[in-house]
């Protein structure tokens, strides 16, 4: 091992991670039949209404899909409970009119359990499965 390599290892091993406190919201969309197109064109909406209002409390946001047998999936991470209900409040319009063209097949919450537990209550009717975070677990840091 180089010394350059060695020396970064050494003043950044017990310091490049913190605690995981990120709830991420996996919402899992099924399109209908023959509503593609109009559900896709409203993935920008979202994209556009996140980045202009949630800067502060928004960690990641984005859509993977569609597949071929229609899903879509948002992966979407916030610094809180209260974070994920001001999103919802944010988007909830785009949010409705795309229930329209797709469907809410599989809704998971993960994170904290202390946060999980003030989302069941606001997010119980849309179903959700909460995944309470490990013990111990971490993430990596901001990095410049």
Same mark, same amino acid.
């Given at each position: 091992?180089?010394?350059? !390599?060695?020396?970064?290892? &050494? ?10 406190? *990120? $709830?991420?919201? %996996? #919402? ?21 209404? *996140? !980045? ?6 928004? %960690?990641?946001?984005?859509?993977? /899909? +569609?597949?071929?047998? /229609?899903? *879509?999936?948002? =992966?979407?991470?916030? $610094?809180?409970?209260?974070? *994920? ?8 319009? %785009? ?12 809704? &998971? $919450?993960? /994170? ?9 209550? +606001?997010?119980?009717?849309?179903? #959700? ?9 971490? =993430?990596? !840091?901001? =990095? #410049?």
């Amino acid at each position: 091992m180089n010394a350059a !390599k060695t020396a970064l290892q &050494m003043s950044s091993s017990s310091t490049w991670y913190e605690d995981d406190k *990120v $709830i991420t919201l %996996v #919402p899992k969309f099924k399109i209908k039949d023959g509503m593609r197109e109009p559900y896709v064109a409203l993935l920008p909406k979202f994209l556009e209404l *996140v !980045k202009a209002n949630e800067e502060e409390s928004c %960690v990641h946001y984005g859509f993977v /899909g +569609p597949t071929e047998d /229609g899903f *879509v999936i948002c =992966r979407e991470g916030y $610094i809180s409970a209260e974070a *994920v209900l001001k999103h919802l409040d944010n988007v909830g319009d %785009v949010l409705n009119e795309a229930l329209q063209y797709a469907d809410i097949v599989e809704l &998971m $919450i993960q /994170g904290p359990a202390e946060e999980l537990k003030k989302l069941e209550e +606001p997010l119980a009717h849309l179903g #959700p499965t909460h995944y309470p975070l490990v013990e111990g677990s971490f =993430r990596s !840091k901001a =990095r #410049p």
